[in-house]
């Protein structure tokens, strides 16, 4: 046994050999590849900081919580926003922000359950807008079931939070008595607190409240400063009050002329009824030259812009041949718009002064309402009482 040792030993030291040569030419080292770092994961997303395409869609420029520019309701494409923001809900279920626009889409769409469904949740996820949103649609009854106590509340949550849209809207409530007892006093402070927020229109409340003595002593010179300051801030509201002021001289000296500077403010900002006050005040010479063709200008603007108002001052133009050719039909056809749109003056000019208004334009009045099936007497320009029972129906008294 002794004999062979050797002989293994040095088959075994030959094979050792053989097999580091084999390895050294197959290169059988096991591959090492290059440094791989350890697996990181991205941090997490902050949906605040993400502008999504639900943003883009139907983000609303009044939403402080918003990325982005926003989409006023007139732009915003409904069913696009619901699908973009439908999945960004999903995605996102605990952004208050998400919750909302779905909200927006949902209520152009018609589907006012869904969008107060939405608005609530956002409200409870912390969106002051939500939370007004939802009160509004509570309050007014628009597509749900009028429920003030629940408006009230919800304003009050976000109010607590110092929101001066909800601070108005509770101050509202307040004056009103809607979903809370009538304070006034109330309503003041909170219209205050809103307005010192940089609310314009809460600015305008609180002037109301001190031109009218309702919560507050009476203070015309306040409610001035009050609109005066809603005014420098946009505001059309303002703008229009504060010229009435000058107009009437309260609580600022009277200015006729200044008057009509703030009544164009307004007008230039949207007021309807503010084209009408430059439409009397054209015709009138208050604070400008009498101007007739101006003065038919602004109600056909009025008119234009659905003012029964401006539709009445039409009339009138027409029938007196006041910046426009006199035409009786042309009087006719506008004063019955008027009506039909609840005018209070057409009512009371027909029903009431119907002899004042010239011959041609009264018969072309019974024409206009046969026509609408309304009368089947003669054409004769008399107030009888088919024409009066006529004119009550399309009034819808």
């Known amino acids: 046994m002794r004999r062979f040792r050797p002989a293994a030993s040095g088959l075994l030291a030959l094979c050792l050999v053989l097999t580091a040569g084999v390895a050294g030419a197959v290169n059988l080292t096991p591959p090492h590849g290059r440094h791989v770092p350890p697996l990181r994961l991205p941090p997490p997303v902050d949906p605040a900081t993400l502008v999504t395409t639900c943003d883009s ?3 609303s420029p009044d939403d402080g919580q918003r990325t982005g520019p926003g989409v006023s309701t007139e732009s915003l494409d409904a069913n696009l926003a619901l699908a973009q ?15 909302y626009q779905l909200g927006r889409a949902r209520q152009k769409l018609g589907d006012y359950t869904g969008a107060l469904e939405s608005y609530r949740r956002a409200a409870e996820l912390g969106s002051p807008i939500g939370a007004f949103s939802a009160a509004v649609m509570l309050r007014d009854g628009n597509g749900v079931v009028r429920d003030d106590d629940a408006a009230a509340r919800l304003l009050a949550a976000c109010a607590d939070k110092g929101d001066p849209a909800c601070l108005n809207a509770l101050g509202y409530q307040y004056q009103q008595g809607l ?6 006093a109330r309503a003041a402070a909170l219209y205050r607190q809103a307005a010192d927020g940089g609310l314009a229109s809460a600015a305008v409340n609180l002037g109301f409240l001190y031109r009218d003595g309702e919560g507050v002593a009476r203070d015309y010179a306040e409610a001035a400063r009050l609109f005066r300051l809603a005014a420098d801030k946009g505001d059309a509201v303002g703008s229009r009050n504060l010229a009435l002021f000058y107009r009437d001289g309260l609580g600022v000296p009277k200015d006729e002329a200044l008057a009509v500077t ?3 403010q307004a007008a230039d900002r949207g007021d309807e009824d503010a084209l009408i006050k430059l439409a009397f005040a054209y015709i009138s010479g208050s604070g400008v030259g009498r101007d007739a063709a101006k003065s038919f200008s602004y109600y056909q ?3 234009g812009r659905g003012s029964s108002d401006g539709m009445a001052g039409l009339a009138y133009a027409y029938a007196n041949g006041l910046g426009v050719a006199a035409d009786g039909k042309m009087a006719a056809f506008w004063m019955l718009r008027a009506l039909a749109a609840g005018n209070e003056y ?28 309304l009368y089947g007497g003669e054409l004769n320009g008399t107030l009888n009482r088919e024409t009066l029972a006529a004119i009550r129906r399309l009034a819808g008294r």
């Open 85 to 99: 923001c439908g999945d960004a809900v999903r995605l996102y279920p605990t952004t208050a922000r998400f919750h």
């Open 346 to 373: 057409s009512f009371d000019q027909l029903a009431n002064h119907w002899n004042a208004w010239n011959l041609d334009m009264r018969v072309a009045t019974q024409a206009m309402l046969r026509d609408r099936g």
């Open 262 to 264: 703030y009544f164009q």
């Open 301 to 303: 603007q009025a008119a």
């Open 57 to 59: 869609a139907a983000a």
């Open 179 to 184: 979903g809370v007892g009538r304070d006034p």
